[in-house]
């Protein structure tokens, strides 16, 4: 029997209904898959390009997230800044950025980058303590490699009550920063920086220095003031227990030390080869000419090896020294003041011959 006209109409209808279902789901499969595959992308795809090796970026105390993707974009290391925008904008890091020093590697992606750089997950970085005389120098130095302000922390070491609660002083507080190469994070504050600086030396200071400290009848403070004056004196390494177990001696049978550097420090110039005798006359306490005992404080950052060179001097009956006429770095050494005129007035005509006068 043959089916009536409405059920076929039915049929037919109910087919493109199914056609049309079948469609549509093909069509939303094809757009999801297509969403998802770019929203991988975005997430997942590798955004980062950098050459060969990782890439160390800083993220500065006055930067925001509009200046951190520009300096990526602009610099090539990232590809698409629309979609580290996105992707940033979906881990809510867009408000959220942290100075900082980072290291993206090579080939990550958004979220990988966004991630890393949300947690503040920094780079350490290094900081080095060496050849420093003033102040000045060192706050220099400190700001050129961490985030810390070269005045701020220049007001730092001069304020009292912060250094009287780590036990130093203004005139003692250089002896603190023990010469060396320490990691700490790029936004490490003035305070931590000190109390880092503090627990270093504490550590530095161990009960077998204290110990040869206290022998010498000095404290840690006046070691690293005598070891200064060592440092500026010695050219060559191996003199250096000489000469200052010469300049413990004259503290034993309290002579003023008479030392040169610490004139060049009160003068503040180092430059000056030559001595004078109007520059003896400076009315500054670090002038060991006009004032006995040590300076109140370190004329430069002593080494490791000059404070040992102290703690470890070589004994001997020498209480005068003058440098070689030869210029090679090297000293005589005497016991009585005729044997040291003699020593000055060669090296003077060796000044004299070279014409420096000052």
Known sequence: MWPKLEQIAY???????????????????????????????????????????????????????DSLRNYLYDNQIIQDALSFSFVAKALKFQDNVKPGLYRLSEKSSNIEVVRKLRAGDQLPTQITFNNIRFKEELAEKVSRTI???????????????????????KETIMSMFIPNTYEVYWTISIDELFQRMKKEHDSFWNENRKQKAQA????????????SIVQSECSISEEAPRIAGLYLNRLKQNMKLQADP???FALGDFSIQRILNEDLKIDSP?????????????????TISSIDAVLNYEQHDYIYMCAKEDF??????????????????????ALNSRGIYR
Do not use: W
């Open 147 to 169: 985030g810390i302000d070269e005045n701020a922390f220049l007001d730092a070491l001069n304020d009292e009550e912060k250094l009287n609660s780590l036990g130093f002083n």
């Open 216 to 227: 010498l009848g000095l404290s840690p403070t006046e070691v690293s003031a005598l070891a």
């Open 262 to 264: 610490t004139v060049r």
């Open 11 to 65: 049929f037919c209808a109910l087919m493109k209904k199914r056609k049309r279902f079948i469609l549509g789901m093909v069509i939303f499969s094809v757009v999801l898959t297509s969403f998802t595959f770019y929203f991988y992308q975005v997430f997942y795809g590798i955004n980062v390009l950098t050459e060969a090796n990782d890439r160390t970026i800083l993220i500065d105390k006055d930067d925001n997230f």
């Open 286 to 302: 670090y002038n060991t000419y006009l004032y006995r005992g040590l300076p109140p404080g370190p004329i430069n950052l002593p």
């Open 328 to 349: 090679s770095g090297y000293h005589r050494f005497a016991d009585n003041i005729n044997e040291h005129n003699r020593n000055a007035r060669l090296f003077r005509r």
